[in-house]
Nanobody, 118 residues
Framework: VQLVESGGGLVQPGGSLKLSCAAS????????MSWYRQAPGKQRELVASIFSGGATNYADSVKGRFTISRDNVKNTVYLQMNSLKPEDTAAYYCNALRKSPWPIRDYWGQGTQVTVSS
């Protein structure tokens, strides 16, 4: 199983970035896909999730600015990030989770760095 993130980089406050996470080795459509982030000295936090049926949820801190989407043909999940703030600076990680049938399958990507700075 591989989850490969891309699209991170340096952007000015107010700018946009689009992250991608390409999955292989799993039946992608059966997994809930999420983006997490971890800033230096902080715990990893959930940013956004999209479930196999297409429902989404977001952390309050990114609602209205970030959009998660998935392409079950390309086996890819995306995170469109707009109106970026310095506090969005973090390493962003892709997660694939399937809770049923047993056993639980939980996979992580290697992360991509997002830096928001002028």
């Amino acid at each position: 199983v591989q989850l490969v993130e891309s699209g991170g980089g340096l952007v000015q406050p107010g700018g946009s970035l689009k992250l991608s996470c390409a999955a292989s080795g799993i039946i992608f459509s059966g997994y809930a896909m999420s983006w997490y982030r971890q800033a230096p000295g902080k715990q990893r936090e959930l940013v956004a999730s999209i479930f196999s049926g297409g429902a989404t949820n977001y952390a309050d801190s990114v609602k209205g600015r970030f959009t998660i989407s998935r392409d079950n043909v390309k086996n890819t999940v995306y995170l469109q990030m707009n109106s970026l703030k310095p506090e969005d600076t973090a390493a962003y990680y892709c997660n694939a989770l399937r809770k049923s049938p047993w056993p639980i399958r939980d996979y992580w990507g290697q992360g991509t760095q997002v830096t928001v700075s002028s």
